[in-house]
């Protein structure tokens, strides 16, 4: 069982380090992006909204294989691809994980009273004012927890790109098989790894929940 | 649209909102009309490239490709349902022996990734020659990440009617076996139905991976017809067409969950329902793979 892991770690290594990677590189991305959407959607500009609205429409009804499909097998034909498989994949985990931040965002606007805001206004604060020192704070509060299980999502979700031969952790099985290892055991390993990454994170957001939960 | 932000704009907002809307639109319809001249630059609009979709042979093609997406999707669902019916009937066990077996087996297929689940079956399959195909394997890996997370929905539906009814049912005589069929699972089921339907977007979309363990799903099809030189390499118009495929299917199922949602909140004002799941609870939005 443990010759599996340590007779092959430069690959289990290397996997999971590049599963990290994407994982860091496109959340930030995503989180940027997304609380833009997010923030489009909420905005006083009708062309913002419909923009907002539109990208979290069809992205959320896609399926991340397809986007990463786009990316990796369209996009070449037009001379738009990424400079390598490593951004691409960022680019296609973050184009589909910002539409799922994005409705956090703006869900997460929603619950803060209206006075809240309707004050701020009062003392004379901007849009922009009334955004970024009095809802946007709140609403963080708020969306920690979903916005952490998006983030978890993403963690899973970046083994897709095996299927477009990244070698992150998710392609670890097929190189394993060539090398006609134990599958199951190598699926084994694997799970244990995801859950060394994951667990921490849900462990996180029930901290996180209960520390900001509103009394 | 918010009006937490903003108030109703006066003269001097108005013209402001409406200058950044046109900038907003000539700059999206100048980014629109970029990507179209490139994709005819690219010659993505010859009509070699599109042809194909007007075979027969080609057009049956994509639906089998729709029929083995939705015939695993369809079995994945009922499975799903009657895994998350089960585990979250152990969950709310009064026995900790069947209690915390549940809860940690729902836990884990929560935190695995689905793709992992499938190779289980996929490369289980070879390993031990089966019998079992790649349908099996995206089958069984959906149901159990998907019936997990249905669990927990249910779960949190049961957890969210009064606590009194509850009382007030056993203070009738009734076992609790009828206290959770009679009372409690109606009204949970009719609160979470919204978010069983989202959930059974996600297990639709994610038939798709099924593309990456060799099942003959919509998007392998796709990849099929993408790569035929015979019509220049169609990747970007065959992609363009199974997008439309998978996003109608997907927005009708969308559209059917927030009419539900509407409908459960109108009657709610009227008897008393139990509420919506909190924010971090609603799994609808957290559970994007």
Redesign the interface.
Known sequence: MFSVLTDNWPLFRDGFWLTIRLFVVSGVLSLIIGTALGAFR????????G?GTGYV??L???????VF??LF??A?????ALPNPFWTAVGALTI??S??IC??V?????????G??EAA?AVGMS?VQ??TIV?LPQAFR??I??LM??L??LL?????A??FSVVEA?SI?AAM?ERGE???L??VW??IG??IL??PL?FLQRWA?RRTAVA | ???????T?GPR?KLR?RI???V??VV?LGAIAWLIL??YD?G?FEGRLWRQFQYSSIQRQLLDGLLNTLKAAGLAAVLAMVFGAVFAAARISDHKWIRTPATLIVE?FR??????LM??FY??N??FGLGLGPFWAVVFGLTLYNGSVLAEIFRAGIAAVPKGQREAAYALGLRKNQVVRLVLLPQAISAMLPAIVSQL?VLL?????G??ITYGEL?YV??QM??RLTYG?P??PT?IV??VI??G???LL?LLARYLEGRSRRRRKITGAPPPLP??Q?PG?????
């Open positions: 909420v905005s006083p500009v009708p062309a913002l909204r923009f429409n069809i959320r009804n896609t399926p991340l294989t397809l499909a786009f097998f369209g070449a034909k037009m001379d738009l589909y994980t539409a799922f409705e956090v703006r869900s997460g606007v929603n619950t803060i009273a209206p809240q805001s206004r849009f009334v955004l809802v708020a969306i927890p979903p299980s998006v978890i999502a899973k979700n970046t083994t897709i095996a299927g998710g099985p098989s134990n599958q199951l190598t699926l694997i799970t995801f859950l994951i667990v849900i929940e | 649209m918010s009006a937490v932000l903003y108030e704009p907002a909102n950044s809307n046109i907003v639109l999206l490139r994709m690219y993505q884990l935190a695995v990734p689905l793709l992992i190779f289980y490369f289980g070879i390993q977007v979309k994610d038939t798709a991976l593309f990456i998007l796709a990849k993408g790569g390499f990747y970007i992609y199974t997008a998978y996003i299917l997907c927005s969308s924010l971090s609603d939005q957290g559970a994007p793979v």
